[in-house]
């Protein structure tokens, strides 16, 4: 890899620090979405009176409203996309500044791939895999398992199914029952955990690279 400056490398310090804290917030919205979880259906509609609707939905979710637990982890995962969009940007963007034009994916798609429908399930995956291959000292393009790992284990915390009633007060509760919501949980956590060595990792080795 080529270390010709054409501007000056953004440092990935104070990023990854942010990255990181964002994905300890997910992690700890992962574990109190359970731990509401295991208080059970039965405890939070017990003064809701006669039930008059019930639904349930299965599948990969980002948001559900209606659930304290499920309200909290949506908002901590906004956040914390919002801060690890920003560093791999910031990396993708040091490949650039140092004129190593061979890089496969563009800039853009370190924000762009998370949106684009059935895409955003792979391309956020390669473009963190090369920016992590690419950014290891000496050109050892070290294994991206750990990319993958960190990916398998994404999807399978957003694997969610909840249970909606709703009662003759008017109230509407949601509910995800403990096995759904703990596969979510423990790929979430999980998922944080190898992200946060990922994020460690390419920050140590590109902050390293010399800058003139």
Request: proline share 4%.
């Amino acid at each position: 890899m080529s270390d010709i400056r054409i501007g000056a490398p953004h440092r990935l310090s104070t990023a990854g620090w942010l990255a990181v804290g964002g994905l300890a917030l997910a992690g700890l919205a992962h574990a109190f979405t359970l731990a509401e979880s295991l208080k059970g259906a039965d405890a939070a509609a017990e003064d809701a009176g006669r039930e008059v609707a019930y639904g349930s939905n299965f599948g990969l979710n980002v948001y559900i409203a209606g659930n304290p637990g499920l309200t909290a982890l949506g908002v901590a995962r906004l956040i914390t996309l919002a801060l690890v969009i920003l560093w791999l940007y910031l990396a993708r963007d040091n490949f650039d500044r140092r004129n190593d034009g061979s890089v496969e994916w563009k800039k853009g798609w370190t924000i762009g791939g998370w949106f684009v429908p059935l895409a955003n399930l792979v391309i956020p995956n390669r473009v963190t895999a090369e920016i992590y291959r690419r950014s290891a000292p000496d050109g050892s393009w070290p294994s991206d398992r750990i990319v993958n790992a960190w990916w398998v284990a994404l999807l399978f915390s957003f694997i969610s199914y909840t249970e909606t009633t709703q009662y003759a007060s008017g109230e509407t509760i949601v509910y995800s029952p403990p096995f759904f919501t703990a596969v979510s949980a423990v790929g979430g956590i999980a998922a944080a955990v190898l992200l946060s060595l990922v994020i460690r990792k390419v920050s140590a080795w590109q902050d390293a690279k010399p800058t003139s």
